[in-house]
Nanobody, 121 residues
Framework: VQLQASGGGSVQAGDSLRLSCVAS????????MTWFRQASEKEREFVAA????????DYSDSVKGRFTISRDNAKNTLYLQMNNLKPEDTAVYYC???????????????WGQGTLVTVSS
């Protein structure tokens, strides 16, 4: 599986963006996918995760209620709908995947290339 993220851009605080991550190749039945982000000079942090088969979801406290992770099985695509964006959401966003039936916040072994989101106040 290879991952290709897109959808980043520059927006104003309060705006929305939707990130996409296309998985080339067939995702295994037992698969979990995630979004991480890394702001300048900061550690990469977990944002959200979803199990591919039954769509269990998990969110970091900083995005809960504003971001929604989802997937389209027919399009082999992962999404991150980001609403009410804040300047502190500015970061490079990465999608990643792992063979698992369970939600997890680490141990992902396939990563996309990242897409930049910039939120100005």
């Amino acid at each position: 599986v290879q991952l290709q993220a897109s959808g980043g851009g520059s927006v104003q605080a309060g705006d929305s963006l939707r990130l996409s991550c296309v998985a080339s190749g067939r995702t295994p039945g037992s698969y979990v996918m995630t979004w991480f982000r890394q702001a300048s000079e900061k550690e990469r942090e977990f944002v959200a995760a979803i199990t591919w088969r039954i769509e269990l979801t998990d969110y970091s406290d900083s995005v809960k209620g504003r971001f929604t992770i989802s997937r389209d099985n027919a399009k082999n695509t992962l999404y991150l709908q980001m609403n009410n964006l804040k300047p502190e959401d500015t970061a490079v966003y990465y999608c990643a995947g792992a063979n698992s039936n369970f939600l997890q916040r680490s141990r992902y072994d396939v990563w996309g290339q990242g897409t930049l989101v910039t939120v100005s106040s």
